[in-house]
């Protein structure tokens, strides 16, 4: 097990579609036990092989809700369906999200309130979530990554300006820049 360099927006990689996993090998079991103990350091939620680096398509994922029940697992080649979004104004309080990407910012987004991830475990079986609240949050915000979009794509204003000029100070937006959990501590 290794942890890995969080890649930084602006580096290619976050910013394509990711390549289908084609093989269900011990390669792939390496990489979702890196990719879990890296985002356990971070600390993260979620955590997209993007992120890591690697174009490939799946990601992880580890969160408690309010009733203490964890809801953790690995979803490779996802797809993903979603209820409509709701069109009242965003809050500012409940609807912040932040990105491992993008570190120490957070800004808020609607999602939808309802996602119905299907996707395959590393053991290739299929598997469908009929998710809710934050969880499904979690799943757009993960499988956006495997189509190269970051949450900062889909802020509205004023946020969106707030997000690309936050990214311009830090000197972000180019490729090279990484962070590596437990060394670097980049929301200060
Ligand atoms: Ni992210």
């Not at 792939?28 to 939620?45: I, K, N, S």
């Not at 053991?123 to 900062?152: K, P, S």
């Amino acid at each position: 097990m290794r942890i890995r360099e969080i890649a930084i927006t602006g580096e290619p990689v976050l910013h394509r579609p990711a390549a289908r996993v084609e093989r269900f090998d011990d390669d792939l079991r390496d990489l979702v036990t890196d990719m879990f103990a890296t985002m356990e350091l971070a600390p993260g939620v979620g955590l997209a092989a993007p992120q890591i680096g690697e174009d490939r398509a799946l990601f992880v994922y580890d969160w408690v809700d309010d009733d203490e029940r964890q809801h953790r697992g690995v979803a490779i080649n996802p797809t993903i369906m979603l209820a409509p979004l709701r069109v009242d104004p965003v809050d500012e309080d409940e609807e912040l999200e932040g990105c491992l990407s993008v570190p120490g910012e957070r800004f808020p987004l609607r999602r939808s309130d309802r996602a119905i991830l299907t996707a395959w475990n590393v053991d290739g079986n299929e598997f469908t979530v009929d998710a809710e609240g934050w969880l499904a949050r979690i799943f757009q915000h993960e499988y956006d990554h495997l189509r190269g979009i970051l949450y900062n794509d889909r802020l509205v204003e004023p946020f969106f300006t707030e997000a690309r000029d936050a990214i311009h100070r830090e000197g972000w937006g180019k490729p090279g820049f990484s962070w590596l959990p437990g060394r670097d501590h980049p929301e200060g």
